[in-house]
């Protein structure tokens, strides 16, 4: 229709020319809205895909697969396995992520790779290389095998660290860092793609050796014949290997893991449900406030004939277009935020959940369609209502120069605040209740609560800012703040959108110090040794690279160390969930640890003897939720020698892991797992013996032989160690920096928003208040008095709300995450400096409307219409 | 030759609206005065009128200090319009000038009294001497009793005559006002525009900008604009 054109022509091309700050500024609005929606999900998905990767890196062409934790299984178990009915390949395979030095090369050390052992001289089937490759790859397998020193290396490692055949390198293994050289380079496919390319592989008894393995296999991958059903060799296996492996089908394990870091994904999910809150609330501020700015015109069009219909027709069109452009604009902003989420959390999933190389997020079609038409719908949805109301309107009502005309309607506080108080009793209901669910749900409705309260906790506080202004300040405040009443609507959607960004900051703030004083606390307590060596990683982690026992004597006798422990952190699988075991030297920690007493939860009083004297364990709160097991209960574990059982001897409160924890004396470790690997050594001094000597010492013992550096060894002294506990704890939280960055750029944007169209509500007032004796300050002061009062309200609800926001978190989705009963610390320095930081910035976004402002021409502000 | 200096001077003043200098305005330039010279002495009250269009309120806009001519001289007060910055104007404007314009002078979130008082107040001084001084200017326009009343509960008349308060409260020497009663019935202008014509002194000058011939009638002087120069000067003649 040539009518509905010409409308577009003059009514929606003419606002583009005549505001283009304004439109830019709304489609900002929408692209970061969508960019928010998709970058979240980008990232959620890509640290999912790095976990399913795991998978890929485990099969491959397996089907099934015998495992049993990080022991791992017996490599005879391979026989017994490959003869089971309808299996037609099995070979047993090792898994070691390890530290890479390459002699004379450019990049530094410390660089981490995935060592693969695979058995040349059993099933073929699996190897991990190009199919039809093998054979030009590797001239002499047997040679080969039997090596221990020669390695394959994937493409990437090689063209990375500039490898080829007869290259030297350098990994750290359980004897320190040992000479390989490269056999071959292989074509990459299959597993030999996992860890982004950087894989080597060594024959299987080769990489036992280098990582003290002596006869175990992390895993027997299983192939099935022709027709064999999945579920009938399944259980025939597991008849078959009973007591000494798990069958699983190679997902299993992947699910496993991506179960455990549960708690790590409620932190993506959360703030990927933020992302999504913030995403629309920003779209629909944005576009709301444009269209409502324009219901003069819209009473023009009306006065002048132009029927509802075509009204809303003409302003749909518009949002159709905006929605269109700032969801194009929006994906690729959000595939860069997904990359810098990604790489803010892939370091602490790395570390605590499994050794991953999360690819470079992507967003799917599927995805970018998503956030488009989520964008799109709460863009149409944000101009159809003032639309709407607007076309509704008499038109001269509209029209009227009148400012009290348009305020944009009343808002009902009362009925919103009661409608406030109702969500709360739901929250306080889903909070008894518990549960991840019910606790998304509920954090979800604190923030609903918390913006339905806001219209009349902005009154409230504009009442009292008012009678302050006009107190202690000069009239250009006190005017900032008389218009923030004006255009109630407007003002509490942006204190509401600017509220729920500072909130969400506070309460993760307070959730990581609820974390952090209580982990402190225990780690404080819990940690006596004075030197503590590992290698691989810090904290014996999944990139630890466990010692061989023969390295213990390379410690033994030293001068000064009053005791020397070996210890051993290992996860197990039990009843298909993982739990870390530790196992140390029971008498002589629990006649240390200071505060050990204090964390009992459950059982009798602790002596230094009870878990050394019989097979007794302690088990952390976690457990006991998850198992329903009570001191004095018996818990029953698999083992390489099959099940054995543990007398549960005390709950206690431990934080080393959110999936379970049992503490278990070395004695009783080494005879069910018959495992004698070392993650690490806790050196304790001898009185008056310097930490800091002893440690020097036992760098020099252990890496005696290591010409050139020894990456990934760590000898540090109990207050470096506690330091890098913290650190780790803090890296955990880092994803939350990027939805920090979010909360302020929507806080920008929206007072910008709001205060430019606040300013050109104003004009004529502004040239009136100009003419009579205003100077250009005064002006910008009373702009900059209303942005910054829009900031000081959203500061202070924020605070206020942020408050059962975090209980919620805290007591039911932290505890439905870890099973840990965290008593809320609230973080008041960070909460004080997300509420500065907010108002300073709704402050400067009120900068540039102000200079706006004060700047207008005199008559021609007189003159406006 | 009166030994006072005249309160407002123009000297071959040009406006030109558009142009080079004023990209907002586009297109092709408005000159909308053509070289205005004019004096205007101490206690008179001067009507101006033409047709729309003519630049009778571009010239009021440069005799209250709102804006500056293109070219010529401007004297108000007996200073140099083009030495002055913006915050000098801002000042001649709120303590030496009162304005009243045809419709929209007050500001809607205050009280009638806090309007009158408003260039008090921005210039800082809100002492109960304003205080009584602004009660009294609306008591003289008759609104006394309504100083808590906010515009949105005052009629159109009403809002022009706490204006006109507002454009007294200061006591400024020169009082300009734009179509003061475009926007009323003629009762209700006649009795603003007997506020305004008794508004003039001895020591206070009157310019207003009207449509209106009763008006004129009663000026001392009447100035006629058309396509931006003065077309008749009674002023003049007399
Ligand atoms: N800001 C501006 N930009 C461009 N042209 C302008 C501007 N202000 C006034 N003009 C033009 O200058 C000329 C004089 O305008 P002015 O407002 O002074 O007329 P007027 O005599 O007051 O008319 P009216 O009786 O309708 O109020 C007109 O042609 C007008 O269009
Ligand atoms: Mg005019």
Partial sequence: MSGLGALVRFVSLRRITAAPIRSLLTLLGVALGVAMLVGMAAANASILGAFGELVDRASGKAALEVVQGEVGVDRDLVDVVATAPGVAHAAAVIEQTTYLDVPGAASGPGERVLVLGVDLLGDLFFLPYAHGSGEDVLADPLGFANDPRALLVGATLARERGLGPGSKLRLRTATGMQEFHVEAVLTEAGPSQAFGGRVAVLSIDAAALAFARSGRADRIDVALAEHASVDAVADALRARVAGHGTVERPSRRGEQIARMSSSFQVGLQVSSFIALLVGMFLIYNSVSIAVAERRREIGILRAVGVSRRRVLAVFLAEAVVLGTLGGALGVPLGGLLARAVVASVQPSVSRFYAAIAPPSPHVSARLALAGFVVGLAATVAAAWFPARSAAHTDPVAAMRRDIHAHAGGRVPTRWLLAASGLVALVVAWLAHLGGLLAGFVGIGLVNLAAALATPALVVLLHRVAWRAAQRWFGLPVRLGIDNVARHLGRSTLTVAALMLAAMASMTVASYRSSFMVSMSRWVEQSIPADVIITAGSTLADQHSVPFAPEMLPRLQGMEGVAYLDPVRFVTLTHRGMRIEMLALGTRNYLTRAPGIGRQVLEGAPIEPGVLADAPRVFVSENVRAKLGVHAGDTLELDTPAGPRRFEVRNVVVDYSSDQGFVLIDTRWFRDAWKDERIDGFDLYAAPGVDPEALAADARRRLSSGAAGGDSGLYVMTSRAFKTEIYSAIEQTFEVTRASELVALIVALLGVIGTMLSAVLDRVREIGVLRAIGATRRQIAVAVLAEATFLGLASALIAVVASIPCTAVFVSVVGYAATGWHVPLAFDPSAMTRFAATIVGFAALAGALPARHAARLEVPRALAWE | ?238
């Fill in chain 2, 1 to 238: 030759m009166d030994a006072a200096p005249p309160v407002v001077e123009l000297v071959e003043v040009r406006k030109r609206y558009g142009g080079a200098l004023d990209d907002d305005a586009g297109g092709t330039p408005v000159e909308a005065l053509r070289g205005v010279s004019l004096t205007i002495p101490r206690g008179q009250l001067v009507a101006i009128v033409g047709p729309s269009g003519s630049g009778k309120s571009t010239l009021l806009h440069l005799v209250g200090a709102l804006d500056r001519p293109t070219s010529g001289t401007l004297r108000v007060h007996g200073e140099d319009l083009s030495k002055l910055d913006d915050d000098a104007l801002t000042r001649l404007r709120r303590d030496r000038i009162g304005y009243v314009f045809q419709f929209f002078n007050l500001l809607p979130t205050l009280s009638a009294l806090e309007n009158v008082m408003l260039p008090a107040l921005l210039s800082g001084r809100a002492s109960p001497e304003v205080r009584a001084a602004a009660l009294a200017h609306l008591d003289a326009v008759g609104l006394g009793k309504r100083a808590a009343h906010r515009p949105d509960q005052l009629s159109g008349g009403e809002m022009q005559r706490v204006a006109v308060a507002r454009a007294l409260v200061l006591d400024p020497p020169l009082l300009l006002a734009d179509e003061p009663t475009g926007n009323l019935d003629t009762r209700t202008g006649d009795g603003v525009l007997e506020l305004l014509v008794g508004a003039r002194s001895a020591r206070r000058t009157v310019v207003l900008v009207t449509h209106d011939p009763r008006i004129a009638a009663r000026a001392d002087r009447v100035l006629t604009l058309k396509d931006g120069v003065v077309d008749a000067d009674s002023g003049a003649a007399a």
